[in-house]
Nanobody, 125 residues
Framework: HVQLVESGGGLVQAGGSLRLSCAAS????????MGWFRQAPGKEREFVAR????????YYADSVKGRFIISRDNAKNAVYLQMNSLAPEDTAVYYC??????????????????WGQGTQVIVSS
């Protein structure tokens, strides 16, 4: 099993930026497609972004498209989420997730097999 640990969360003002990191260990990182999800208080976990195992394809939720960028460095066993133009509605716990076998629904949380503990992002206005 792969273990995932997120970092980089914190408090930021609206319009600012944060870069989240997810470090993987215990598995062959390059064999996993990776995703970012988020969960705001009182709301369900929602898809944010996904990157293929090679890094060649990316997918974004409409709510973050044009503002967030997902990337990965397989040599470092890491995936990143660069978040720009942050708004209060981006406030959530952000989770890194690994997908060992693609079933065709990249946006569904049940597509992913392994999850990190999450990192808190708070955007103030």
């Amino acid at each position: 099993h792969v273990q995932l640990v997120e970092s980089g969360g914190g408090l930021v003002q609206a319009g600012g930026s944060l870069r989240l990191s997810c470090a993987a260990s215990g598995g062959t990182f390059s064999t996993y497609a990776m995703g970012w999800f988020r969960q705001a208080p009182g709301k369900e976990r929602e898809f944010v972004a996904r990157i293929s195992r090679s890094g060649g394809r990316t997918y974004y939720a409409d709510s973050v498209k044009g503002r967030f960028i997902i990337s990965r460095d397989n040599a470092k066993n890491a995936v990143y989420l660069q978040m720009n133009s942050l708004a209060p509605e981006d406030t959530a716990v952000y989770y890194c997730a690994a997908d060992s076998y693609y079933s065709g629904r990249f946006y569904a949380e049940h597509e992913y097999d392994y999850w990190g503990q999450g990192t808190q992002v708070i955007v103030s206005s």
